[in-house]
């Protein structure tokens, strides 16, 4: 098959395997709008508390501090809990069925995750949306660059999250390793506060997180600097996590269709 043929093919399974995941999301959209609900009640119950600690956030505006972490937040544990999905198809036979199929399995996975995507930017534009009311002050380019990382980002653990799925095949047994992950992420990242008002100790101990990095990227893109170091250090973590994530994701859908 020439390099043409095969790509139109892997577009065109992708784009049937996308359709179909978002039919079922639109059909469904209650755990669209779970998703949102949490970091929503985050920027409303919880924002105000920052705003008399803006000084000490190094920032005038904290929502401009407090909004960027919340959608690394919606980013990371949005995506990471998408694998649930996966494992009722699997005991479903819808899995199976799509496996006995000639249909790539790069397209498998890559259409499920443009789904997630998708999904993980409408939330994000409904978050900023919410905030505008409340305070926050951004330029457009940066919030348009910071919703793009976050969505790469967001791929990155979707296709993490599906491979663990196909890998454990039990809810039972994703759901506490999932647990054991957002936990150290929550605190360790700076999402909630930088990790700048944290003792040295756990400072040290957060810069060895890349999400502390990427959530300090988005920040800067959030205040305007988009040639920051910080913002490079953030961007190119999270190409490093996608291009991890993709590969262990593919290599996981190809196992086990063998």
């Known amino acids: ?36 609900t949490q970091p929503v009640l985050y920027i409303l119950l919880f924002g105000p508390l920052l705003e008399p600690l803006s ?3 190094g920032s005038g505006n904290a929502y401009q501090v407090f909004v960027p972490g919340i959608l690394v937040q ?9 694998g649930f999905g996966l494992i009722a198809e699997w005991r479903a036979g819808v899995v199976e069925s799509q496996r006995v199929t000639p249909a790539s399995r790069t397209a498998l996975l890559l259409g499920r995750v443009l789904r997630d995507v998708v999904v993980l930017l409408v939330q ?22 910071a919703l793009a ?10 296709a993490v999250s599906y491979a663990l799925a196909l890998t454990l095949k039990s809810e039972d047994a994703f759901a506490p390793l999932l647990n054991a992950v ?4 929550l605190l360790l990242s700076g999402i909630l506060l930088p990790m700048s ?25 959030f205040d305007g600097s988009y040639t920051s170091a910080t913002a490079w250090w953030g961007l190119g973590l999270t190409l490093a996590m996608a291009a991890l994530g993709w590969w262990f994701g593919v290599r996981r859908f190809r196992r086990e269709s063998s």
């Open 55 to 57: 000084g000490q956030l």
């Open 1 to 36: 098959m020439s390099l043409p043929v095969a790509t139109n093919s892997v577009a065109r399974d992708t784009w049937t395997v996308f359709a179909r995941a978002m039919r079922l999301s639109l059909r469904n959209p209650a755990w669209v709008v779970i998703g949102l």
């Open 74 to 82: 919606l980013g990371i544990f949005g995506a990471l809990f998408v």
């Open 149 to 158: 990382l976050v969505a790469l980002l967001g791929a990155a653990f979707s």
């Open 197 to 221: 008002l944290a003792p040295g100790w756990l400072q040290a101990v957060s810069d060895v997180n890349p999400l502390k990095h990427v959530v300090e990227g988005v920040r800067s893109l």
């Open 124 to 145: 994000g534009t409904v978050l900023v949306l919410v905030s505008l009311p409340l305070g926050l002050r951004a330029p457009l380019v940066g919030v348009v660059l």
């Open 182 to 185: 957002v936990l150290p992420v």
